[in-house]
């Protein structure tokens, strides 16, 4: 089901002994069991802390960090702080992957859009029957109802009955206190 730049890269981390998690689409994919569109990209969450074990992981990848006046090299060694949480990685076949940096604070994963949204840690993430660890889908939908593209819009449709009462409720909460004004609010309730 996940394309091949995926298979490469899950099996370099099975070399990262930290907590790692299948982002963006692919994650509702994986929650919802199917593919429901097409995708551009593939994207890992791990948490900021780890970035640097990352790298070691990642030796002989071409590495580039996304900073508003577009990508550049990530140095070896280079420790990035907010607001730069997204790499794109290239293998020597140019399979690209996506890495994401997460915040954390003890025993909670933190939105850094807003620090006021946590989750525990615990609860952040499912796992495939293969036990491959993805994003729940309430804190993919959290990070998609900023933008508003198309694609965004029907990951919420195709997730939207499946998330359950809890993740429901959690996501709902956390667009109340980032963007209190979002139509998926209503959507949810």
Known sequence: MLPSQARKAFH????????????????????????????????????????????????GWRLEL??????????????????????HTYDSENNHVEFLLNEKSN???????NKAIKREISALSMY??????????????????KEGRDHDEL???????????????WLCHALKVHLPDHPWISQLQ
Not at 133 to 144: A, D, N, Q, R, S
């Open 12 to 59: 370099l981390l099975k070399q990262f002994e930290r907590p790692w998690f299948v982002a963006g689409g692919w994650a509702l994919d994986l929650f919802l069991g199917r593919i429901t569109r097409d995708h551009s990209d593939f994207e890992i969450a791990l948490f900021r802390e780890d970035q640097l074990e990352l790298q070691r992981i990642l030796k």
């Open 66 to 87: 996304a900073t508003p006046e577009g990508r550049r090299r990530w140095m070896p060694n280079e420790w990035l702080e907010l607001p730069f949480h997204e790499l």
């Open 107 to 113: 025993s909670d994963w933190v939105f850094r859009r």
């Open 128 to 145: 495939t029957d293969e036990g491959i660890p993805f994003l729940g889908p309430e804190i993919v939908l959290l990070y998609k109802a």
């Open 155 to 169: 990951d919420m449709q195709q997730a939207r009955d499946y998330l359950g009462d809890s993740r429901r409720q």
